[in-house]
């Protein structure tokens, strides 16, 4: 009988060592796929081909570990062709179940851009992820948002 407890205790707590990785979310194995959410976004380019993309994201932390968060990458499209991707370092703490704001503000460089001093409805989408480092351990949490916005001046696009 106390061999069989011991087995059983023994194969418990083995599972507990498989489930228990740090950021790990047992029973939601899509949990980091709503842990970002946009909450706006503004592009701004000028004529020389300079610009910012503004970013702003709510980030929850779907574990019940504590986490950093550690960097978030982007690839930005106007009108369905890719104008820019980047990819920044952050350093901020995020709390075992908890959320924050997160705000990045992401420079952009191009060819000199095209346009004129009237702003033109362009479908401007942001797709990318923000990565949840606990300990050694890294999570991904993807975003998408699309939005039309009056642009002014955009980067060459592939047939301009």
């Known amino acids: 009988m106390r061999s ?36 706006g976004f503004q592009v701004d380019f ?4 300079t610009g910012v993309l503004d970013l702003d994201l709510a980030v929850t932390n779907p574990a ?33 179940d908890g959320s924050a704001p997160l705000r990045v503000l992401f420079p952009l460089a ?4 095209k346009g004129g001093p009237e702003p033109v409805p362009r479908r401007v ?16 949490a993807p975003f998408r948002s699309e939005r039309v916005l009056p642009l002014a001046w955009v980067p060459p696009l592939d047939g301009d």
């Not at 000028?46 to 081909?49: A, E, F, I, P, T």
């Not at 570990?65 to 920044?88: K, M, P």
């Not at 989408?125 to 991904?140: D, H, P, S």
């Open 4 to 39: 069989r407890r011991a087995v059983i205790l023994g194969l418990l707590g083995g599972g507990l060592a498989v489930s228990g990785c740090l950021g790990s979310v047992p029973l939601r194995p899509r949990a980091y796929e709503g842990a970002v959410r946009v909450v």
């Open 46 to 49: 000028r004529q020389d081909g």
């Open 64 to 96: 019940s570990d504590a986490a950093t968060l550690a960097a978030v990458d982007f690839t930005l499209r106007v009108d369905g062709r890719r104008v820019a991707v980047g990819t920044q370092q952050v350093a901020a703490p995020l709390a075992a």
């Open 110 to 113: 191009s060819a000199r851009a």
């Open 125 to 140: 989408q942001v797709e990318g992820g923000v990565v949840l480092r606990f300990g050694g351990t890294e999570r991904r």
